[in-house]
């Protein structure tokens, strides 16, 4: 039997020669080929209708396809089929089993296949949104929250980090933001998000979520678990949308450097998409948007807490711990709830429950565990440390030293690091001398001991005796015996040998 192909040529050739054995030299075939075509077209009216003989198989065979598609429920491989066929003695090739088989599944979907109403949707009632695996961003994986306004065909494209509630949270605040206003129903899929569990056929909703509902007006609602046909719009956006935004081989795409490099991708192909006809409204979506708007409801004004990351107590060092790591906020918020959430490489940190509402308190690089990140700014003056001490008097005659001035203050702190003996003392015959000569030379002469690492008995009355000649004062350090000038008894170890 001739394919169409060649019967095609076989009339046109003789058209153009009006001779069968003419037509016939041209194309290679015999004249009675020729002629058959011709009296075929003559008698159908037309382009005859070609029908290739395909091999018959056994009754036998051909009931046991039929009833392995049934019992498959339309399923099973052609392969699968053709193997126990081969067990039972069928002696056929594989591709007539393919043939029959599929012949089978055609007939078993017109008896028993879905059938279903196309849906017309109302303007301003449902959205859908679904989530696509977006491409990797520095050896790190992302999703794609792909949301879709069902009458306008607005769709928008919000790359996260996971799939964790606060990161889906803030997709659906940012793809409501986008629409500019809120529909009255969500459809999505059964993510432990949203449907913590099935009982009966029904979903049992994550009370998180239904919170999150509750604060934009929005009924969040689940299609059937594994049906993608009850979504159909929310999957074609993210197919449309990986086709584009994801690096492959066909759209050589380079691959994304930065977390803000794809979000920039998703607002580009957001801005095409939405900005030229749809293939059904023959309309573009943003102006069927504008006419939506008349019936979607208004937005609140703060987004839900939840967009703003996980909640964390700060504990008693005004730090909180995020994967392990900590991570300082201000002191005033010791005690008090926080939220923090990632954005690309940084940790932003909001507080919410303030009279002025959700603003933001701290922005850290992230961190690992065991290499916290502490501000200096989000802490008051430090207090006097153990390096850091300034001397105060407790009695009347420390009193007394210390009002000699500065110089005394320098050398007590001094004089007890060096580890001094009989300090009071001193303090005491400081004051006796400062009666005698003067406070102002006695700090003076304290400083200049302290300077001087000069602590010993009589140090300070041998400097101020010093500064009454009105000589030049040079001090030396004192030294221990092991740095003494003195030669050593080495030299007669061998006396008397």
Known sequence: MKKPEVVMEILEAYDLTGSFRAAAGLVGCDHKTVAYW?????EAG?????????????????AKIDELVDRSHGQIRADAAHDKLVAIGYLGSERTTRRWVADAKRRWRRRHGRRTRPWIPEPGLWMQWDYGDGPEVAGRAT????????????????????????????????ALRMFGACPTYALTDNEKTVSVDHVCGIAVRNPQIVDVGRHYGLTIATCVPADPQSKGGSEATVRVAKADLVPTDHNLRPAYTSFGELEAACEAFMAEVNTRPHRSTLEPPVFRLAEEHERLHRLPKLPHTMCFGETRKVNWQSLISVGGAQYSVPHELVDQRVWARSTGEELVVIHVDGPA??????????????????QDEHYPPRPPGALERTPKARNADERAFLELG?????????????????????????????????AAEVDHALRACAEAGRFGDGDLASVL????????????????????????????????R
């Not at 509402?357 to 990140?373: D, F, K, M, N």
């Open 38 to 42: 011709v009296r075929q077209r003559d």
């Open 46 to 62: 037309g382009m005859p209708v070609v029908e290739r003989a395909r091999p018959a198989m056994g009754a036998v065979f051909a």
């Open 143 to 174: 999703v794609l929250f792909c949301a879709w306004l069902a009458w306008s065909r607005f769709r928008v494209v919000v790359p996260l980090r996971d799939k964790t509630l606060p990161s889906v949270v803030i997709g659906l605040d940012r």
């Open 357 to 374: 509402g959700p603003r933001e308190v701290a922005r850290h690089q992230l961190t690992t565990p065991g290499r916290p990140s502490v």
């Open 406 to 438: 500065p110089g005394a203050e320098r050398w007590l702190i001094t004089a007890g690091a060096a580890g001094a003996q009989r300090v009071r003392r001193k303090m005491a015959e400081a004051v006796d001398l400062a009666k005698l000569h003067g």
């Open 465 to 496: 005796a010093h500064q009454q000649t009105g000589g030049e004062l040079i001090l030396f350090p004192a030294r221990s015996e092991d740095h003494s000038l003195q030669r050593s008894t080495k030299s007669w170890e061998g006396l008397g």
